[in-house]
């Protein structure tokens, strides 16, 4: 799977926020077999200099970075985010957030489309977090984006795929384009589940970092995130309301 | 001159951005600047003159999700 050109190593996309040390995200990347990590802007101080630090480590991991406008409530403040992104990390692969609404962070289409055409103008390849919603989908895609990020939740809840309709009714509409589920998950069976209805690759920060043993749960989600791609290449079988029986009527005794 | 600098009031003596980043102990960092919310590259830190009250922005890579 290609995302605007480039193969990554692996389906599972990881976050590295709120991990309880430098180490532990490190062997979380590393159990993961990360295809990418997500990495933000934050104020710096001069004296402190932590973002050079932190930078080094992520560089010393040998992972592509996709960096976030997460926080971003306006076009205007994701599109300087994105400007100043790219200029610190050194790519033009931007995870654009525009929060519509702050209990479920969820985005605000409108202004995502907005920022997305003014990004993609610029020479951004634009990895939008987006609702499901099918018609903003079109539009993110007429404004130039090649990804799409619908979320499975609400950021940081864990709760899984709230719309399995809608998830499924996006991966149906748009077949050739990258989708990644982003957001929500919160077990390894979610991922499965993601990439069992064929979506592309999945985004996880919160399920691993806030796990008793972030790295063994990286290591989880490397699994799953495998076994339901696999699962997807093998074709499933279709549901059905009603039973049918397994082992073959024809020749089964009569022993009443 | 009085600006802020990631929201803080700070006195500097120099006049652009780039002589000011120098001043405050940056030298050297990987950061990315924006002035009164736009986006200024490093390329042009040299030529950009900051004026009393001017809104400085100076940001490095963090953790994220």
Redesign the interface.
Known sequence: MLFYGTELSSRLML?????PSPDI?AGAVRAARAGVV??????????L????A??SM?RGLGVPVL??T?GCHTV?EAV?TA???R???DTDWIKLEVIGESDTLQPDMFALVEAARILTEDGFKVFPYMTEDLVGAERLLQAGCQVLMPWGAP?GSGRGLNNLFGLRALRAHFPDVPLVVDAGIGLPSHAAQAMELGYDAV?I??AVAKAGDPVAMAGAFRLAVEAGLAARSADPMEERDMAVPSTPVLGRAVLA | MRILV?EEPRDVAAATLAAVLDE???GG??????VN???V??ARRGALHLDEGARV?????????
């Open positions: 976050g590295t926020a709120q991990y995200l997500t990495v933000s802007l934050r104020r710096e101080s001069a004296g200099r932590a973002g050079q932190f930078w992520i960096p976030n997460a205007k300087t400007q100043m992104a200029e610190i990390f950021i985004l920060n919160t | 990631n405050l102990g940056y960092a990987r950061v990315a600047t924006a919310g736009d986006f590259p490093a922005e100076i940001l490095a890579p963090m953790q994220g999700g």
